[in-house]
């Protein structure tokens, strides 16, 4: 029946999956609700839609919505197949949307979306929430679609951040409820937790059935509910609540600042712009643009750059991601931008603000010279770093093995990292800072100044993504991304002075999954990384200017900014101007 429909002849699809359907409620006795029932009231629905009928389309989705459900009158029911509610009731609010039902199509996203809060809490692994927000972001674009064709901005907004950075808010979350416990509490649940990660990934292996995790998991539930602080911890970990429009407002921008979030979806990009006074939303068809973003940062990223190909695209970019309500509005000096996608590769001080040609020089016209730029993964999750606690005991800890042990990396000495280094030391006080270079620059020396409590850590060495795989080289081993997630993490001020530390897997959703979003994930509210591999010699200078900003209490995004610019007005020649010499570096999280 199903495939009749794809072929274009829905009646005899029609005539097909009620004939199926009539035999199983024979095989069921004719029970109301049957689970089995729920895929031939989907698929009706979807010849109903081919066929105009709206109406037989809806009431065929919420057959299906209702027989996925062991009780649909009840408040809480238990779902069979929790991605074919999600499903279903997609394609209810697409029917609805379809059939000018604007209100009907709106109430089935907000149902949706409390779905989703409400599926999170089962899920145990990283692994598992990828693939789940992966598929959510897809529907969150169509709630993105109904709550504009409704005129609520605000609503619209709210699903864009739902859709971002949901592994790294939840992790906050978790991170958040934990310190409210007890020590003895933290040890059971810590406790629990590993047997869980371990119990799932036995699963995917098929070395266990599903009950043995599942028992695991009720374990957990009833461990919380003991917990002293239970009704504080549990809404701290599973708060739903999405961040407001008022909240940027409020807690992010100044009258001096524009705050960008872009969403992705593969025909469309939506620009959420929010000022003080003002909410705009742009729609925009979506084609070409990862083409032109992929093309334009492969040849920044090299020495010898095409410099018409910058001329092509620089400022094309420009004029499609910064919408003209920002750049006619000279009050605005800081960016604030929340990327979806190939987006978060762009460095964004690169584009141009206005038409270019010729050589690059000091006096192109780089965005960097308008704008400070800081890059968040979701406004919710910047403001949970916000709140996180700060105790550091130590100003400063810099860490450079100049050369390495390893074979591997013999023959790769980065004697400029001493030099750095070097030159960053006396801007900070001397019984305050540790400094780390080669035989003491080791893997367990790292371990210890991230957790012993340094208010800014520089780490100035080599680093590689390679085989869809992170990690930081020290003197003697290496620290990978696996390894981040297993570190006790008590610093403000990360800065990532190594090749490639903000490139990783392109997560739908998630967004780049690189060694600095490790990080985030762990808690540092402020990190500095690169785009791609860097130069020595400029990165020595940029990140001396950088420390001399931030000595001055100068915010993060701004210290950057005054770092490349001050770079750009040093060089010798042109062809220095590039780019790539001094664009790779960004900021994201708490610029304070």
């Not at 020290?474 to 990532?496: A, M, P, S």
Request: proline content about 3%; charged content about 25%; some cysteine.
């Amino acid at each position: 029946g199903s495939d009749l429909g794809k072929k274009g002849k829905p009646q005899a699809a029609i005539k097909t999956l009620t004939e199926s359907l009539e035999i199983k409620k024979e095989i069921y006795e004719n029970a109301p609700h049957q689970y089995t029932y729920a895929a031939n009231y989907e698929n009706l629905g979807e010849i109903y839609v081919q066929t105009g009928d709206y109406e037989k389309a809806l009431r065929h989705f919420q057959l299906a919505i209702n027989n996925l459900k062991d009780d649909p009158k009840s408040e809480t029911p238990y779902i069979y197949n929790k991605p074919d509610l999600l499903r279903v009731l997609d394609l209810k609010a697409q029917a609805a949307l379809k059939a000018k039902n604007i209100d009907l199509a709106y109430e089935t996203y907000a149902d949706l979306d409390a779905w989703i809060n409400e599926f999170y809490k089962d899920l145990t692994t990283n692994e598992s929430k990828l693939t789940w927000i992966a598929r959510a972001h897809d529907t969150y674009g169509h709630a993105i679609e109904v709550a504009l064709a409704k005129n609520d901005k605000e609503k619209a907004f709210e699903y864009a951040e739902k859709a971002h950075a949901v592994l790294l808010w939840q992790s906050l979350s978790q991170q958040a409820a934990r310190s409210l416990l007890l020590e003895e509490e933290r040890e059971k649940m810590d406790d629990l937790s590993l047997k869980i990660r371990q119990a799932d990934q036995q699963y995917r292996n098929g070395e266990i059935q599903i009950e043995v995790l599942r028992n695991l998991e009720n374990q957990r539930d009833e461990l919380e509910k003991t917990f002293e602080n239970y009704e504080i911890y549990h809404n701290r970990k599973y708060q739903s609540k999405a961040t407001t429009v008022n909240d940027i407002k409020k807690k992010i921008i100044d009258n001096n600042t524009a705050f960008i979030e872009y969403y992705r979806t593969d025909e469309v990009l939506y620009i959420f712009i929010i000022t003080k006074n003002n909410i705009e939303i742009i729609q925009q068809n979506a084609d070409g643009l990862t083409a032109d973003i992929s093309t334009f940062v492969k040849n920044i990223s090299r020495k010898n750059m095409d410099v018409e190909n910058y001329h092509a695209l620089a400022h094309k970019l420009y004029e499609q991601l910064i919408p003209s309500a920002i750049h006619s509005n000279d009050d605005i000096k800081h960016l604030v931008i929340v990327p979806d996608r190939e987006i978060g590769m762009l460095p964004f001080a690169a584009l141009a603000t206005q038409a270019t040609s010729g050589t690059l020089n000091k006096n192109t016209p780089f965005l960097l010279k308008k704008y400070t730029t800081n890059y968040l993964y979701s406004a919710g999750s910047y403001l949970q770093l916000q709140q996180k606690p700060t105790n550091q005991k130590y100003c400063f800890a810099g860490i450079a093995p100049v050369e390495y042990k390893m074979e591997k990396w013999k023959n790769k000495p980065l004697p400029h990292s001493e030099e750095e280094l070097d030159g960053i030391k006396p801007l900070h006080w001397q019984w305050q800072r540790e400094i780390l270079m080669r035989e003491q620059a080791t893997k367990a020396e790292f371990e210890r100044i991230i957790r012993e409590g340094y208010r800014t850590i520089q780490v100035s060495t080599h680093a590689v993504f390679d085989k869809n795989k992170g990690q930081i080289i020290f003197h003697d081993k290496v620290i990978t991304q696996g390894d981040i997630d297993q570190l006790e993490i008590n610093t403000h001020r990360l800065i990532l002075s190594a090749c490639d530390t903000g490139v990783g897997i392109q997560n739908q959703g998630e967004g780049i999954l690189s060694l600095g979003w490790n990080f985030a994930y762990k808690g540092v509210p402020s990190i500095t990384m690169t785009h791609w591999s860097i130069s020595d010699n400029s990165t020595k200078d940029i990140m001396i200017h950088y420390h001399e900003n931030l000595n001055d209490s100068t915010p993060a995004d701004q210290a950057l900014q005054n770092a490349q610019q001050k770079y750009l007005e040093n060089i010798a020649s042109d062809t220095q101007a590039n780019p790539y010499y001094w664009a790779a570096f960004f900021h994201t999280g708490n610029t304070e």
